[in-house]
């Protein structure tokens, strides 16, 4: 007997529990209470007991709650926002991990307005501890074996045999909470008689204080005041709650396919009832109960990755210097052959013009008779990096030769455009799409947004449509208008 346990259990243990999905369940227990630490006053989170007491509630071991030993609520405040911001980052589980259960439990046990994900959160982060605490990496995004900036992580294939079996039952036994807490949800509300008749959810999204937004009430009347769809949301709630309950029975298919529609259950209470802390609580605890052992959730790191290069690009390269120039210092190509241009990145919808025509430098061609599109482009000028303004010529079409660079009067009508240094030639939307890569502050982030589906095609909507109508907007006239040639 002992030997076919042995036997089943080896595998469950071969797989490392650390891994990116844990990360982003962590973080989104640590993005719930800090919801609720910035859209709610201390002074709400503290509100008068009924028998007279006035919290923070210090009494027997509640005394160590980060909001009794902090000379004041703003103090406690701002101490745990900062312990959620780097708890939610996924730096070092190992350091993050009991602060991060301080926090929470002091929020349960010092305040007197909470809810259950409130409560959740605090058993959650104390389950996670020894999962953290076993846990070798330097982000909680990382694959075990990588420590980002693409080295091995050395104490990897030194995580001792008993850290990782502690790790895997310790995920289990927050498995098995998980699951008795959906069986008590489902299980419960059979008690009682609104649940049992199919009428419960008329009640609450008729509720003033939980019911539907006004903005909402359209959709939930009309599904709540119908007798079917009253009883079949109702009744539908309890039988999600006990198939989230068998979850932990069932095959891996099956957790596939729970899990999604646990995580879209607890968006709608979120939508409908504004209970936002309690859904980030709720799809961690979910993540934490459906996600396969190991399972590395790759988005995260990948957008981390993305926001990181977006913020570090450098400015467009300097033009070539002329044929008997020094190189300017610190150019790249500075040993390069005379005639040897840095390709630039392909970009969507560019069109290749004569190697005779290219400019020296990035040139910006923009209809300068339409006062509109002039203050649209200013506006541009102005928040370009200093180090970009030297290479981007902003140049009216009239004041350009069109036929060297393959446009006609009527294109530039149309659309501003934008010719690149390689020969590339991005038009509209996605010309200026290029030139906020360029920008200053956030500016590259929404450029690299506008570039790809479906930002692309939301920008390249929204700018025929400002093309059609730019005489009606401020700055334009009759000069803005775009008659065929």
Not at 220 to 244: K, Q, R, Y
Not at 337 to 364: C, G, H, N, W
Not at 452 to 466: E, F, I, K, M
């Amino acid at each position: 007997m002992l030997t076919r346990f042995g036997r089943w259990a080896r595998p469950q243990f071969e797989v490392p529990v650390w891994s990116s999905g844990i990360g982003l369940a962590r973080t989104l227990l640590a993005l719930g209470t800090l919801g609720t630490m910035l859209a709610t006053d201390p002074i709400a989170l503290m509100s008068p007991l009924a028998n007279g007491i006035v919290p923070p509630v210090c009494n027997g071991i509640a005394q160590a709650g980060i909001w009794c030993v902090t000379p004041n609520l703003a103090a406690g405040r701002w101490l745990s926002v900062v312990v959620l911001l780097v708890v939610a980052s996924g730096w070092r589980p190992r350091i993050t991990a009991l602060p991060h259960w301080y926090v929470s439990w002091s929020l349960v046990i010092n305040a007197t307005v909470q809810d259950g994900g409130d409560q959740a959160t605090t058993v959650l982060t104390l389950l996670l501890m020894p999962i953290c605490l076993t846990d070798p990496r330097r982000w909680h995004w990382k694959p075990l074996a990588s420590t980002g900036a693409g080295q091995d992580d050395a104490s990897a294939p030194s995580v001792p045999s008993l850290a990782r079996i502690t790790a895997r039952m310790t995920l289990l036994l927050i498995q098995i909470q998980v699951a008795v807490l959906y069986l008590q949800a489902s299980v419960a509300k059979l008690g009682v008689e609104e649940w049992a008749n199919g009428t419960a959810l008329f009640y609450w999204s008729s509720h003033p204080g939980y019911g539907s937004p006004p903005w909402l009430r359209p959709v939930t009347d009309l599904i709540t005041h119908s007798p079917f769809g009253v009883v079949a949301l109702t009744w539908g709630t309890v039988a999600l709650e006990f198939a989230l309950a068998l979850g932990i029975v069932l095959s891996p298919a099956a957790r596939r396919v729970l899990l999604p529609v646990g995580l879209l259950f607890h968006a709608a209470i979120a939508l409908d009832m504004g209970l936002v802390s309690f859904w980030a609580a709720m799809s961690g605890a979910l993540l934490l109960y459906l996600l396969p052992v190991g399972h590395h959730v790759r988005w995260p790191a990948r957008l981390g990755q993305w926001v990181a290069a977006t913020v570090r690009r450098p400015g467009p390269p300097s033009p070539p210097a002329a044929p008997g120039e020094p190189a300017a210092p610190g150019d790249p190509d500075a040993s390069a052959a005379p005639d040897k241009r840095t390709p630039a990145e392909p970009v969507p919808q560019a069109s290749a013009v004569a190697a005779s025509t290219v400019p020296d430098r990035y040139l910006f061609v923009y209809d300068g008779d339409c006062g509109f599109c002039a203050a649209s482009v200013h506006f541009a000028q102005r928040r370009l990096r200093p180090a970009a303004r030297g290479v981007v010529n902003f140049a009216p079409w009239r004041s350009v030769d069109l036929a060297r660079y393959g446009l006609t009067s009527y294109d530039v009508r149309w659309a501003a455009y934008l010719i690149r240094p390689d020969g590339g030639r991005l038009a509209g939307a996605a010309a200026f799409a290029q030139l906020a890569r360029y920008g200053r502050g956030a500016w590259p982030l929404l450029g690299y947004a506008l570039r790809w589906p479906p930002g692309s095609w939301l920008a390249a909507g929204s700018y025929r449509l400002v093309a059609v109508h730019r005489h009606r907007l401020p700055g334009g006239s009759v000069a803005c208008l775009v008659v065929p040639d």
